[in-house]
T-cell receptor, first 114, second 115 residues
Framework: GDSVTQMEGPVTLSEEAFLTINCTYT??????LFWYVQYPGEGLQLLLK?????DKGSNKGFEATYRKETTSFHLEKGSVQVSDSAVYFC?????????????FGKGTRLSVIA | KAGVTQTPRYLIKTRGQQVTLSCSPISGHRSVSWYQQTPGQGLQFLFEYFSETQRNKGNFPGRFSGRQFSNSRSEMNVSTLELGDSALYLC??????????????FGPGTRLLVL
């Protein structure tokens, strides 16, 4: 079945450091890929998405490129802030079925220190 | 537009009891999905409802059930609660086209503690 693998962390960075969170996926078709973020005590917020190969999703300084050849969707940000501290989830929705539940990775906890 | 709302936000129950959680989707959204989040298993899909019909179901026992009303609001029910049902239950809504490109918008969740 479909699956998502991401580095589990925790990842601790200093403010203004470069962030990469790796995400790879396994799917039988051509999925859409998503990054969601969860702040403490809250639900999930969509951070960015990409729906086809070579698409780049971006939002709030975060970017991720859909790489079909390496089945990856790594999240990057050039300069993190303390306010970016949260748990980040990579997810996919399979393109072959009409009903598309999200399949999530385990999440990566990011702590940014001033 | 108002976001997805879930009630109650927190709930404490004892083993053997049953519980009902409620979700109101974003206005105009017709699909509601439910997910369970636990530290051990992560985020797992429970079921999805569209136009009052269950359209997809995850791998959970029959103790977990749900329904959707004509106004798209949804409820999920867990009967005969077990300690392992303690989790954050997240509801997500989407327009409901069935497209894999569709974004799901999540509510703040209901945190259930089973004692």
């Amino acid at each position: 079945g479909d699956s998502v693998t991401q580095m589990e962390g925790p990842v601790t960075l200093s403010e203004e450091a470069f962030l990469t969170i790796n995400c790879t996926y396994t799917a039988t078709g051509y999925p859409s890929l998503f990054w969601y973020v969860q702040y403490p005590g809250e639900g999930l917020q969509l951070l960015l998405k990409a729906t086809k190969a070579d698409d780049k999703g971006s939002n709030k300084g975060f970017e991720a490129t859909y790489r079909k050849e390496t089945t990856s969707f790594h999240l990057e940000k050039g300069s993190v802030q303390v306010s970016d501290s949260a748990v980040y989830f990579c997810a996919l929705a399979e393109g072959n079925s009409g009903n598309t539940p999200l399949v999530f990775g385990k999440g990566t906890r990011l702590s940014v220190i001033a | 537009k108002a976001g997805v709302t879930q009630t109650p936000r927190y709930l404490i129950k004892t083993r053997g009891q049953q519980v009902t959680l409620s979700c109101s989707p974003i206005s105009g959204h017709r699909s509601v999905s439910w997910y369970q989040q636990t530290p051990g298993q992560g985020l797992q899909f429970l079921f999805e409802y569209f136009s009052e019909t269950q359209r997809n179901k995850g791998n959970f026992p029959g103790r977990f059930s749900g329904r959707q009303f004509s106004n798209s609001r949804s409820e999920m029910n867990v009967s005969t609660l077990e300690l392992g049902d303690s989790a954050l239950y997240l509801c997500a809504s989407s327009p409901g086209t069935g497209s894999y490109q569709e974004t799901q918008y999540f509510g703040p969740g209901t945190r259930l503690l089973v004692l």
